[in-house]
């Protein structure tokens, strides 16, 4: 089968996962559409949001057909369907710094900035950390 085709699979597959999202934030929000203020960041960045896990789908799908022969339709449709849910699910385990000051455009202030000055140096560990052996661990302080 054509990759092409394959990758219209997966783009199936990620339009339908799209799709059952968007129902899900349509019943969230009871009335209304559910990119909207204060529900959501507004139409064009939820379009913007869904034209790119879709391509990734589809992406994913073709990658998978133009490696591997046995991809059939189905296939390409799970792996469509999977890859948004992998994505969102490998973005969860990023931590999010939420304390950093942002630039202020009126004082002309710039945002945070790395310089070896601010970063803690640390010669040996401090005394108050405790060095064990591979056999000990969580399992001997308990």
Do not use: H
């Not at 799908?61 to 046995?70: F, K, P, R, T, Y």
């Amino acid at each position: 089968m054509s990759v092409w085709v394959l990758a219209l699979w997966g783009l199936g597959g990620g339009l339908a996962i799209e799709a059952l999202d968007f129902f899900k934030a349509v019943r969230r929000v009871g009335r209304g559409w559910p990119w909207r203020y204060p529900y959501g960041p507004g139409g064009g960045p939820y379009l913007v949001s869904v034209l790119v896990r879709a391509a990734l789908s589809a992406g994913v799908a073709g990658a998978a057909g133009a490696s591997v022969d046995c991809v059939t339709p189905l296939i390409a449709f799970a792996l469509g369907t999977a890859a948004p849910l992998i994505l969102e699910k490998l973005s969860q385990q990023i931590p999010v710094e939420a304390g950093l000051p942002l630039p202020d455009p009126a004082t002309g202030a710039d945002g945070p900035t790395l310089s070896q000055e601010s970063l803690p140096r640390r010669e040996r560990p401090s005394d108050d950390v405790e060095i064990t052996g591979m056999g000990e661990g969580r399992d001997a302080a308990r």
